[in-house]
């Protein structure tokens, strides 16, 4: 999907005005060493052209807005940056509001609202994680329109964190880290216990 298919589909979501951001995040796959990135072994992902993207426009409250084009019939989920807790909610939007959540716990909060716009190409239930794109992609537009600049491995820890603690998920670190670090004609030889 373009950047300009994006900001139409968000305006037609969420209407007129304001700087709208548009960003990817791909999903991964994994060559070797299934099941060993919780367990501090060794994995080999690569990142794929396909992913999430999204779209955000910061607001001056404190209110989240999320839309998913993969899901039309939940709408426009609402919550608040100020009332995000683990457990508290279920569905696709738990994902990028934990994020949120996590930012805060690893001492980035967010200082005010945003909406924001999802799409993905990734298909449902293929293993390709999606629930981690999502995750890095939600950090990527946090990091970049709040101006944190918060570097790449980072996102990529806060989306495990917020897997782990938000959404009840005891994933290890390799999705995360091969959507915010893969890059083009690569693969990632990682050790998962210490990140190199």
Known sequence: MTSKELKELFVKTYGEGGEIGT???PGRVNLIGEHTDYNGGHVFPCALTIGTY???R???DDVLRFFSVNVPNSGVVTSSIHSLAPGKDTGWANYPKGVVWAFEQKGHPVPSGADILIYGNIPAGS?????ASLEVLTGLMLSDSFGMNIPLEELA????FSENNFNGMNCGIMDQFASAMGQKDCAIYLD?????
């Open 23 to 25: 960003y990817f995040a």
């Open 54 to 56: 999204g779209a955000i």
């Open 58 to 60: 910061i607001r001056e």
């Open 127 to 131: 293993g390709l994680s999606s629930s």
């Open 157 to 160: 820890l806060i989306g495990q």
């Open 192 to 196: 998962t216990n210490t990140l190199v």
